[in-house]
T-cell receptor, first 115, second 115 residues
Framework: SAVISQKPSRDICQRGTSLTIQCQVDSQVTMMFWYRQQPGQSLTLIATANQGSEATYESGFVIDKFPISRPNLTFSTLTVSNMSPEDSSIYLC????????????FGPGTRLTVL | GQQLNQSPQSMFIQEGEDVSMNCTSSSIFNTWLWYKQDPGEGPVLLIALYKAGELTSNGRLTAQFGITRKDSFLNISASIPSDVGIYFCAGPPGAGGTSYGKLTFGQGTILTVHP
């Protein structure tokens, strides 16, 4: 399976600022996804990052708050905009090679704290 | 959307004991996945199940895909301290819905192993 790295691994940010998280995969993947995991909770899908087109967002998540880019098959970014303390969470990048029933693997996550 | 009900929420066991956790859904899943998440890391795939009734082992781990395709269980035998972590069931719901191809996660089972 592919290996995913994320930068930064953690950050502490001020309210009202924005943070861009980078996700790099060591081989091409068909699909890339961004998840949020709040403390002690399960994973919630934010959006599917589509190469060369706008991301597909899940209910409750919007592009203005979480703009996503995916310029190629191995890289994506997620921006958390105009942050508030409620955005404090772990943000996870995920990738999948092949069809919907293939293994989906995850990056180590970015731990974000908003003051 | 699709929901997976995972139980128990947490377990506190002694080293050497066996562990069992399960996951149920109100709708059919074509694939059942079991992930483990260590502190500060992303989830790592432990076992994937693709066929109703399938029983698969990975070392001390055994998982089964329920005959009804609406449930799965994971057993860990002879637990050791490094088994500590959060275990998630997950699956992509069947074709035909808006969730097709996207993983739905259970709430997770937090496992603590006392030496």
């Amino acid at each position: 399976s592919a290996v995913i790295s994320q930068k930064p691994s953690r950050d502490i940010c001020q309210r009202g600022t924005s943070l861009t998280i980078q996700c790099q995969v060591d081989s091409q993947v068909t699909m890339m996804f961004w998840y949020r995991q709040q403390p002690g909770q399960s994973l919630t899908l934010i959006a599917t990052a589509n190469q060369g087109s706008e991301a597909t967002y899940e209910s409750g998540f919007v592009i203005d708050k979480f703009p996503i880019s995916r310029p190629n098959l191995t890289f994506s970014t997620l921006t958390v905009s105009n942050m508030s303390p409620e955005d404090s969470s772990i943000y996870l990048c995920s990738g999948r090679q092949g069809g919907p029933y293939n293994e989906q693997f995850f990056g180590p996550g970015t731990r974000l704290t908003v003051l | 959307g699709q929901q997976l009900n995972q139980s128990p929420q947490s377990m506190f066991i002694q080293e050497g004991e066996d562990v069992s956790m399960n996951c149920t859904s109100s709708s059919i899943f074509n694939t059942w996945l079991w992930y483990k998440q260590d502190p500060g890391e992303g989830p790592v795939l432990l076992i994937a199940l693709y066929k109703a009734g399938e029983l698969t082992s990975n070392g001390r781990l055994t998982a089964q895909f329920g005959i009804t395709r609406k449930d799965s269980f994971l057993n860990i035998s002879a637990s050791i301290p490094s088994d500590v972590g959060i275990y998630f069931c997950a699956g992509p719901p069947g074709a035909g819905g808006t969730s097709y191809g996207k993983l739905t996660f259970g709430q997770g089972t937090i496992l603590t192993v006392h030496p």
